[in-house]
């Protein structure tokens, strides 16, 4: 029977679980609040919670813009228009980009300390030396202890030099050094190198013994990756011609740490830091049974197992209503929790003391930054004993126990670090503790469910629905299993609501989740792709209210975008370039050939407009979106300027996403643009308010170049036909007006077919955030088996050997860049959708672009553009029958296998139909 609730029941629990710990951070499983964040290990003598807070960042509050960078716009301009990439390129390296962080200073503080490096060293059997493995092809902070650290660092080892080499030269290959080094052989200085060049020296024949020989290294990193970031093979030592009798170097080596404190680097934007991590160190024990999970039905994990005849659990959740984060401990039989509970953390600068009886808190400062941390964790047992240190809880012989940890900043908005960390804490914890772990968890249950319980989807189930998700994702490529890709789903849901609530801010690169002082592309908001898809599934996933967290960095970028507008382009309105952090910074940031890029405010205006289209709120609509889209549009009726060869208007200088260089007017600049023109027309008309600025639009709208087909029947990246055919660039920009876009439909089918064939010549693979985009593209183009290929190769295996990974899903359903990167499982979880129910035209369209993979399946809450909310089924690939419920009372029009019906419909009525849309 269709509409009862249990014909939409899952055809399987929605649970990712495992019959092992945690080995590495993407085998953690995520919870979050929107603001406290925590990645689960589950370790059975020890358990690990890596956790986060959402304000915690590098930098603070400073002017991002380059003054006078205005002057510099129309030399820029002239400078490509005559075709002169290069020489633009640089003078907009020069005196366009925004200004880093500590820019003016760091020159001569730099100096001063890499003068007081000190080339000496203590002797190599001190007991200061550590074992290193060498190299580090990903830097030196993969080494647990050097996780973060820039600075000056020795290394040593020993190299026996063999008989047969004697009287000869020899040659070290040290590879790439990040960034300077100073070679030594026996306390000889054979080489010194500064920047990312090879390193080969020569060691002439008198300054070696024969046998056993000192090599020495003092390495200096001033920012990122530090140390040997060759490959092992490159790591050697060989006679000089005779590369071929190479001893390997690679291996155990020691090093010393001489100073970790050089100046903070200049950087252009701040990076998401790690908070701090709470260990559970319990007695050891041989167990049974053991199990962990996370279950999306109720935003909790778990983890339990047997020992000595006792069953231990242990719950998880971190709770919005209460700000906390809750770990609660039981056995079966009383009297068995005994452990110690403590806090460390990666940032050097942490204490951590004893605040009462039950409580023990954390403080850290951030390096190379204004903000500091508090964290407090306090325990609540029955029975046994509880005794608090400085260091530690520790528990003997409870019943039960339940720690709750808050973790706060003193950041209050992007210009305002004010804030006293320690009183929220203590605030927090002073309001929990009266209350019972059931009533602390039913009211988390009951937030998170008005969220999740807004939606299900049912694919069928495979045959290997029942088996550890780890065990799962191996064998998805090569069996059926359509109950996983709802699991996906159903996941990239929850990582939306654990990550995104009202409140608080946006999504990043990773969510909330990073345990890393510099992580990948230092976590932060990416506007040319990766903000923009973290909340592409949040309309029509029926997540609605998860948007706002999205729409309140944009009210902050809208004002200091609109600085960036003044100082880079003398323009009103406001920019947004292809990155911004925590302190909103605006302005072209890493290199000239991508950094300048212009188009980020109008994107994230187009789902504004989005957010209007699905809600019909004409508050919002006046107070909120019209004014920012509006004002994302003045700095474009300024921008755009005439291109003297083909007499368009053109954005320029500008970008094709991280492709291409700095350019003129690139295709996807105008497919966003003209999409924010006819939206902010719309708005117009709606809301009854300017109409001479709507007829501005309505000119420029028609002067702006057009989408143009290439020589390969391509459509055109760029102004010119220059597209590669056999270029696999991962960015696919111009397919923006395909989708998220409307420029390019079915109405449009010469354009739509150049889409197709620039889509196949840029192939299948891709980061996770392009196959994920991909997934999309080709549902929107009504190609089904397309868009689910896609979707597969998004659930592939991301580690395929032990130190090895590539782009699909890691052991615990993150996506994988690689490196974890979260956009992937937003833009996967919305590409489902997007093959089950379109919106974006004249009607809703069911099922247009169902895979033959997904025969049947019933979907329950799915959301379309006019205010409606579908639930419906199908089976051997048809539509089986449908029900509508009109939240705003707009007309419908609905379309499905070539049949059209239309509809008046009522606010808050439900309209059923059949298979042939029969209206019932
Ligand atoms: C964009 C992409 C990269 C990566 C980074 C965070 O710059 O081109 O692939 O996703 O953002």
Known sequence: MFGIAQAFGQSQPLKLWYKQPAQKWTDALPIGNGRIGGMIYGGVTEDHIQYNEQTLWT?????????????????????????????????????????????LSYAADSAKWFASIQAKRPQAEDKLWENITLPTEQGWETTPSMEGLDGAVWFTTTVNVPANWKGKNLVVNLGRIRDVDFTYINGKRIGTTNGTAYRKYTIPVGDLHFGSNELSVL??????????????KTLSIYP??????AISLAGKWKYW??????????????????FADLYLQFPKQEVTNYQRDLDLTNATAHVSYKADGVTYTREYFSSAPDQVMAVHLTADKPGKITLKALLSSLHKNYVTRKVDDHTIALSLKVKGGVLRGVSYLC??????????????????????????LTAATNFKNYHDVSGSPEAICRKQIAAIVHKSYGGIKAAHVKDYQKYFNTFSVDLGKGENADLPTDERILKFGHSPDPSFISLYVQYGRYLLISSSRPGNGPANLQGLWNNLLTPPWGSKFTTNINLQMNYWPAELLNLSACSESFFSIIDDLVKTGHETAVEHYGAPGWVLHHNTDLWRGTAPVNASNHGIWVSGAAWLCHQLWEHYLYAGDKGFLQNRAYPEMKGAAEFFVHFLIKDPKTGYLISTPSNSPEHGGLVAGPTMDHQIIRDLFKNCIEASKILNIDKAFADTLKLKYSQIAPNKIGKYGQLQEWLEDKDDTTDTHRHVSHMWGVYPGTDITFKTPELLKAAEHSMKYRGDEGTGWSIAWKVNIWARMHQGDHAYLMLTKLLSPADVSSDKEKGGVYHNLFDAHPPFQIDGNFGGAAGLAEMLLQSQG???ELLPALPTALPKGNIKGICARGGFVLDFEWQNGRLENLQVLS?????????????????????GKIYRFDAYLKQL
């Open 887 to 907: 939240k705003l009372g707009n007309p419908c029009r609905l379309n499905y296998a070539g049949k059209t019906v239309n509809l008046d419909t009522q606010k």
């Open 240 to 245: 000089e011609g005779d590369e071929s009798a």
């Open 842 to 844: 004249d009607a809703i």
């Open 219 to 232: 390495v200096v990193n001033f920012y990122d990756k530090g140390g040997f970031t060759s490959n092992a």
């Open 379 to 404: 325990v609540q047992a029955t029975g046994g004993n509880v005794v608090v240190s400085s260091k530690n809880i520790s528990i003997t012989e409870a019943n039960e126990a339940t720690f709750y």
């Open 59 to 103: 930098g603070g509050p400073r002017d991002y813009n380059r003054k006078g960078a205005v002057k510099y716009l129309e030399p820029i301009r002239k400078l490509l228009s005559e075709g002169k990439q290069a020489e633009g390129e640089a003078l907009a390296q020069q005196h366009f980009m925004g200004m880093k962080s500590s820019e």
């Open 257 to 274: 740490i001489e100073d970790d404190n050089p100046p903070p680097y200049p950087r252009y934007n701040g990076d998401y830091q790690p």
